[in-house]
């Protein structure tokens, strides 16, 4: 075998594996959203295997529109930020917790943590108070601080002070900044 067929071979693998984990991740997403019924009201989007998820609370503007979770103003808010942390923004999943306000929180939990473990993220950023809520219900924890590393489940969990509510307001940006500065890779990011 050639070096470029070896090449070859080992990259059809790798293309293999990764076909195959993210049909386990949609697998896994179509169940954690079978957990609240209704939950599909605004879609989880982006990556399925992923380094950073995004977690805002209640649908906003871009959502209630129709778009996926995270995606509009906030939602370019949050990339530029994870890029200028380093953070490759191709490797981004992103949820709103609350897609549905009569889902019972214990419902809302078990889908926010089944999400979540479905793409795997080692870091998950809530972008607003009632993110952070229920983040820490999905994993048990005490209540998020804003900008405060919490190690969970394998995880880093960061909370942020309303990325969305901060983009009209610059001291109140600034402040966010810092806070997302916690989320910042702890190695290389590949």
């Known amino acids: 075998m ?13 293309e293999h594996i990764r076909a195959e984990h993210e049909a386990r991740a ?5 169940a954690a959203d079978r957990c609240a019924p209704g939950s599909d009201v605004v ?17 906003g503007p871009a959502e ?16 530029r930020a994870l890029d200028a942390l380093g953070w490759s923004t191709g490797a981004v999943f ?7 306000p009569s889902i019972e929180p214990a419902a809302r939990a078990a889908r926010l943590r089944g ?9 998950i950023i809530a972008l607003d108070r009632i993110a952070a809520d229920d983040l820490a219900e999905a994993f048990d924890i005490e209540p998020l601080a804003f900008g405060i590393v919490v190690q969970a489940g394998g ?26 500065r916690a989320a910042a ?3 290389p990011v590949y």
């Open 26 to 30: 949609r697998a896994e997403l179509a």
């Open 2 to 14: 050639t070096k470029h067929e070896g090449d070859a071979a080992f990259a059809a693998r790798a």
């Open 64 to 79: 209630a529109s129709g778009g996926g979770a995270v995606t509009g103003a906030d939602g370019e808010a949050a990339d």
């Open 43 to 59: 879609p989880w989007s982006g990556a399925l295997i992923a380094e950073v998820a995004l977690v805002k609370g209640l649908p």
């Open 115 to 123: 999400q979540l473990e479905a793409v795997d993220a080692g870091t």
């Open 155 to 180: 995880r880093r969990l960061v909370a942020v002070d309303g990325l969305e509510e901060a983009l009209g307001d610059e001291g109140r940006k600034r402040r966010v900044w810092q806070q997302f």
């Open 94 to 100: 992103r949820t709103v917790s609350r897609p549905e």
């Open 185 to 187: 890779p702890e190695g």
